[in-house]
């Protein structure tokens, strides 16, 4: 119902239905994104802590956000590596979205699939192609945001460096097995974060071909962020800055103006209760237009 | 006037006036696009090319457009490699404007201030930092875009590898004084670019360092792109795309919706005239809501 985007009405009662207000507080689950550029290993890696998690006895839901290339035409879902994983076990939910549309890289429909997903998996993880502009929506659905890179990988750096990446909350170096260039390109991350002041942020390092290595520590720190005492507001921050940005994407530059700005859509935002969520916060944006 | 958007009205008088129909035919300037991941050597290159037209006698305004992160708060515009030009040449404007707003990389400005220079300047050079979604919107803007990457450029490869990254019309290898490194990375995007079908891209290795190497060559291959029959019906399209673009960002989904979805749009701007500029696009999408 959320993908087709065809009764818009049943969707946003079936989203009340989630709130924390309904549910009596926040969904326990932790929202995790996964992001970084193609051929990184995302896919391995995940297949590895989804099999990690498990054996914890954890549930995971894995929203795979597949972006679309204009000149081609069309989705890459087909040429999506997949994440390996027991049919059987209904404790894994494993599905791939279209990004869809041109503005922002992630659709209105991840967020909310993440949103009805939260209070039914232990885990709920959003994996996104992309280094760049896309973490900031990622960042705006997810408690944490892992990027991940391969060995040498040089334009991330750059990215991270002239401060046109967002910092994540965990960089993951893939290919730990390949020994040097894996230790070089972690030390040159761990520098690349010291010099935009952001020191903080773990640099792991993991291997995710058998046998998998780092995994398990992997695991223990997003457990850890989860269980950090900034998750409750950086959840509010997040849910208002989803709803700034879909209702600007729904109703365009104009409407946010007719809010008197940006600025003035934050203000009113900020009146709110820290645990609406994005769909209240939306209509409290409609309804003050 | 443009870049402080206070008037659009006037603004909207302004470029009707350097519309293809006032002017009475396209304008002369060939509007080119310079992307890449930060620490590629577009400074460097751009002065070199900027040196190697000017020495040709042709006039040349750069719009360099800066990236905002969220994180930073602000404009990097203070940190940005200047484009080294005889500040009293008349017939050299450079100018760096903020990208600003969340909603694609390139604002409609940027477009606007474009559409400006063109009847002025023989090249118009739109600078922008990134690799993957915004290249779209350049192209929206350009008549031909180029890609600049430093040698062992990994993530740049594995995006265009992917689909992700649009295929541009110019591949540019910088530091080609690194020797083997350069002519191996030359190589390999020529290997992706024949993975994806475009191997009739051309990939060129400059070094930008005195003495420069390549300059010509590029000037050469931009000049021979420009002579190209393809250049009306692409401007066609992309001044339609960026009709489309900023009405959507202007007005909102919703808006698009009630024009009967993106289509339908596209099929309204398919009947406007070939030469109509942006703006008088913009006004035939408005009317139809």
Redesign the interface.
């Known amino acids: 119902m959320i993908e087709n985007r065809a009764d818009r009405d049943a969707t946003r009662s079936l989203l009340h239905e989630v709130s924390p207000a309904a549910l009596g507080g926040e969904p326990p689950a932790h929202v995790i994104g996964i992001t970084g550029?193609?051929?990184?290993g995302k896919s391995l890696l995940l297949s590895a802590l989804v099999a990690e998690w498990r054996g914890r006895g954890q549930t995971v839901a894995v929203l795979a956000v597949d972006?679309s290339?204009?000149?081609?035409g069309g989705s890459?879902l087909g040429?999506r590596a997949r994440i390996e994983h027991d049919p059987r076990d209904d404790g894994i939910l494993i599905r791939s979205t279209a990004a869809g549309?041109?503005?922002?890289?992630l659709a209105a429909a991840t967020r909310e699939a993440a949103e009805a997903l939260a209070p039914a998996f232990d885990m709920v993880v959003v994996e996104t192609?992309?280094?760049?502009?896309?973490e900031?929506d990622v960042e705006d659905v997810c408690d944490t945001v892992a990027v991940v890179v391969?060995p040498?990988?040089?334009?991330?750096l750059?990215?991270l460096?002239?401060?046109?990446m967002?910092?994540p909350d965990l960089l993951v170096v893939t290919k730990a097995d390949l020994g040097d260039v894996a230790t070089r390109s972690r030390r040159d991350l761990g520098q690349a974060l010291k010099a935009?002041g952001s020191s903080e942020v773990p640099v792991l390092a993991v291997s995710s071909v058998p046998p998998p290595s780092g995994i398990e520590e992997l695991a223990d720190a997003l457990a850890v962020r989860r269980d950090g005492s900034d998750v409750p507001a950086r959840r509010t921050r997040a849910r208002r800055g989803a709803a700034l940005?879909e209702f600007?994407?729904?109703?365009?530059?104009?409407?946010l103006r007719e809010l008197g700005g940006r600025r003035a859509a934050e203000r009113l935002l900020e009146r709110q209760d820290a645990a609406a969520s994005v769909t209240e916060l939306l209509e409290a944006l409609e309804a003050g237009q």
Request: proline fraction near 6%; hydrophobic fraction near 30%; aromatic fraction near 2%.
């Open positions: 550029p193609p051929g990184a972006p290339s204009k000149r081609s890459l040429d549309g041109r503005l922002g890289g192609v992309g280094v760049g502009q896309s900031t391969q040498a990988s040089g334009d991330v750059q990215f460096k002239a401060g046109i967002e910092v935009v940005r600007t994407a729904e109703h365009g530059e104009r409407a």
